[in-house]
């Protein structure tokens, strides 16, 4: 666990922070030079992100109108990723997939260095497929798995395999999941399987190609969930690994949109999808607001 630690932002490369070669954060479209970084993201104390650009806009809006504290404009000056911020709040999208999330997160933690942001936490609200619970269940994820199923995130580095561990916070999870009790948001923890895609990887029969047959695919899920595992998504253990490694509490929130016991095809009617999707919004932001006293 070289390298891990807890409570302060390391920084742990000595390149980028160089005099002479000022920081420009190019997925996010502005850099140390161009904008004023500690002025607007220097109260910045939790970073939600989730995958796509629409919900996390919305996301930002609702948790202004709650809480009657102004909603910024899209602070992303790329069309990568949108950023909006509401008070101590940032609300970052992520994309799909590891790749396009890693990149998300180091841009975010250089971010939140140039901001002078000291211990940020880092949520993850996003959907998900559920491994025997029912559809709507919100999974708080005890850990990251990765699609050959160990408690690990892969980099390749060099042509090297590395592997680092994917510890999530459990007094971030226990307090989470306390919120939704109160809230009667039904929740559950367990393991979340991370995918490496949606269809194969995640063994739907319903993709473009199948070459295993329906027997194989409940053989999968009935063992994922022996192994503990809720459900699956294709973003935990390079979210997991990263904050941990930059020593940031964090934890994954997300909502199953179907049990995989039942079915593949995501099909839901827009106002349950609407429902579902305010699911991980309404406990983590009670939790904020628990937390922040806003
Ligand atoms: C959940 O949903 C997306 C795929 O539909 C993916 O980003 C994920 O983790
Ligand atoms: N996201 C996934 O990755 N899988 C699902 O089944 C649903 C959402």
Sequence with gaps: MTGYVNGNVEKPNKYFDRKDKRDFLYHFGFGVDTIDIPAIFGDTKYVCTGGSPGRFKLY????????????????SRSDRFVIYKTGPVCWINHGMGTPSLSIMLVESFKLMHHAGVKNPTFIRLGTSGGVGVPPGTVVVS????NSELSETYVQVIAGKRI?????????????????????????????????????????RLDGYFCDYEEESKFDFLRKLNTLGVRN????????????????????????????????????????????????????VTAYIRQQTGI
């Design 142 to 145: 005890t850990g990251a798995v």
């Design 60 to 75: 930002a809006e609702w948790f202004a109108k709650e809480t009657n504290i102004k909603c910024s404009e899209n602070l």
């Design 232 to 283: 699956i998504e294709m973003e935990s253990t390079c979210f997991a690994s990263f904050t941990c490694r930059a020593g940031f509490a964090s934890a994954i929130v997300c909502v199953t949109l179907l049990n995989r016991m039942d079915g593949d095809q995501v099909q839901i009617p827009k106002e349950q999808y609407i429902e579902y999707e305010e699911r991980p919004f309404r406990l």
């Design 163 to 203: 592997e680092r561990p994917t510890q999530l916070d459990s007094t971030l999870r226990e307090a989470l999941c306390a919120v939704g009790k109160e809230k009667n948001i039904p929740v559950e923890t367990g393991k979340t399987l991370c995918a490496d895609d949606f269809y194969e990887g995640q063994m």
